[in-house]
């Protein structure tokens, strides 16, 4: 049975007292093939997905989140603290309670996705909505945590950076190496960081021998690594990674410049086209965000980027669940409506509805 990614990895993850693990055996979520993608996109790309939804709260924070509340229990702390867009929270709110601990969490009021609001409350954690966003939540409970014995399990908490960092090492596992490309979505930075320490740690350890391209993409709102500078009121229907100020700035930068990748924007036009484009064709159900990672390969294959092809692994950070009313939304279906079509219970009827 996969016993969670501090288990599974006792190479890197150490604990004095085992008793101080706290895990919902996260990890070892599927890389599943994506050819009839690569087909659109570009025969020459061997596509993957790691599907991060498939994580026990449904996104890749849960990787984090092992790690950062175990050390926190292990150090005798008794509560943690999170801002967040949704995920961190609902990671902090399932693994504290796993824990037997308290979770607080401050969210960016009425831009919080309705699945992810509802793990935070499910799960017992004080729920704060402020009227900010991200990032002023994240300065809000960076100073509580100073003055209080409460611990800090934004990616700010190097323990976080240090459990995402076993997808990598899952990737690695599977394909015998790492991809020649890694796309995933920027918001905070924390996880392009954790990816690419997890393929350093991997080849520093000789379990690989190349190190992959990481192209990392924001969206055009909410792009203050690509434009330079903090964005004061960033904006975008990813609402993940609605962020101006990235914690992770410069270990993202350096992420990008060390692997020889970049990292560009997206429009939400494009999120949303690649966010429908993967449900359709792959049967693969993400959030917004998540998609920014295949709008990204999509926009830098326009512009000749993978002419030599290879393989690009796209990290899907959450499940598409969290957001229902993106979907519904966004999904106009064969239908052309954003609702289902409401008819009489008779054969004749649904038949002509159906257009069989
Ligand atoms: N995708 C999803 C679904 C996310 O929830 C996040 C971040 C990201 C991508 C970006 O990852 O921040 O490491 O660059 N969500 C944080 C949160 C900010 O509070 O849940 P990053």
Redesign the pocket.
């Known amino acids: 049975m996969w016993k969670g990614v501090i288990r599974e990895y006792p190479e890197f993850y150490q604990f004095k007292n085992p008793d101080h693990v706290v895990t919902l055996l996260e990890g070892n979520t599927p890389l599943i093939p994506a050819p009839r993608l690569a087909a659109k996109i570009n025969p020459k790309l061997t596509m993957y997905v790691k599907y991060e939804g498939l994580n026990p709260t449904s ?1 890749f ?1 849960d990787r984090g989140m092992t790690l950062a509340v175990s050390r926190a229990v292990e150090a005798g702390s008794r509560a943690v603290i999170c801002a ?6 609902a990671a902090a709110a399932a693994y504290a309670a796993r824990a037997g601990i308290k979770a607080f969490v401050v969210i960016p009021e009425g831009k919080i996705a309705l699945g992810k609001l509802a793990q935070a409350m499910i799960h017992g954690s004080v729920v704060i909505q402020i009227k900010g966003n ?1 990032d002023e939540a994240l300065k809000l409970v960076r100073k509580i945590s100073e003055s209080h014995p409460i611990t800090l399990v934004n ?1 700010l908490n190097p323990h976080r950076i240090d459990g995402q960092r076993s997808a990598a090492f899952e990737i690695c596992d599977v394909l015998g190496g790492a991809p020649e490309y890694h796309a995933l ?8 960081t954790a990816y690419w320490a997890g393929y350093k740690t991997y080849k520093d350890a000789g379990k690989i021998n190349a190190l992959p391209k990481m192209i990392g993409f924001q969206a055009e709102g909410a792009a203050p690594i690509v434009r330079g500078h903090v964005i004061e009121n960033p904006e975008t229907v990813a609402t ?2 609605r ?1 101006g100020n990235p914690a992770s700035w410069k270990p993202a930068e350096a992420a990008r410049d060390e692997s020889g990748g970049l990292i560009d924007m997206v429009s939400d036009d494009e999120i949303l086209a690649a966010y429908q484009m993967l449900a359709s064709t792959e049967g693969i159900f993400c ?1 917004p ?2 998609a920014a990672s295949i709008a990204g390969v999509i926009k830098k294959n326009k512009q000749g980027y993978f002419e030599k092809g290879g393989r690009v692994v796209c990290t899907l ?2 499940h598409g669940l969290k957001d229902p009313d993106t979907a519904i939304k966004v999904s106009t279906g064969p239908m052309a409506t954003c609702e289902p079509v409401t008819c009489e219970p008779e054969l004749e009827k649904v038949l002509n509805v159906l257009g069989i």
């Open positions: 996104s924070k967040s867009t949704g995920n961190t929270s991200f990616s979505p920027v918001g905070n930075a924390g996880n392009i993940a990674i962020i959030e965000a998540s950070t959450g």
